[in-house]
């Protein structure tokens, strides 16, 4: 089945700890995102990627950092520098950026607590 | 700034019909998308639409009006399991989507 994982599905972490959260895909998507969701907000895009060895800051980046060595793989790290990381994190994938009826898939998400 | 509105919350009756409006203002328009999510879980693409008028899809429809910024989902025949948050989304310019903080759907008995 393809499709699009994420792990853990909750995560604790302590104050000043650096914590990295897995997104995995099946798919053989081109592009792959990061949202945070917050409760009564909309999605929030972290950082996202057009290509493999390619990312670009979206508009909640700073605290957050994440690599695409691989097609498959999307990994978001979460620094000691991000002020409010207790989140609902959501990893999602398209086959590419501009394509038309681009629909984004998402992984199951991992809740982010800080303790 | 780029905004999308959306009703907080809505309540409807099993077997009714619900319309769940959006408005937007963004950089450009390259299409808008609804999604439903259910409450811990991720959100699951309803439909896309780019051109002005109505696309039907089994229970629900979504229409658009880019002359107005405006799009509704239409759910007909109303179940327990549509219990859920519907999220509009509009791509911009940029091609990155704007999302709309969801309405909130309870379907009572």
Sequence with gaps: DGGITQSPKYLFRKEGQNVTLSCEQNLNHDAMYWYRQDPGQGLRLIYYSQIVNDFQKGDIAEGYSVSREKKESFPLTVTSAQKNPTAFYLCASSIDWQGAYNEQFFGPGTRLTVL | ?109
């Design chain 2, 1 to 109: 700034g780029q905004n999308i509105d959306q009703p907080t919350e809505m309540t409807a009756t099993e077997g009714a019909i619900v319309q769940i409006n959006c408005t937007y203002q963004t950089s450009g328009f390259n299409g808008l998308f609804w999604y439903q999510q259910h409450a811990g879980e991720a959100p699951t693409f309803l439909s896309y639409n780019v051109l002005d008028g109505l696309e039907e899809k089994g229970r629900f429809s979504s229409f658009l009006s880019r002359s107005k910024g405006y799009s509704y989902l239409l759910l007909k025949e109303l179940q327990m399991k549509d219990s859920a948050s519907y999220l509009c989304a509009v791509r911009d310019s940029n091609y990155q989507l704007i999302w709309g903080a969801g309405t909130k759907l309870i379907i009572k008995p």
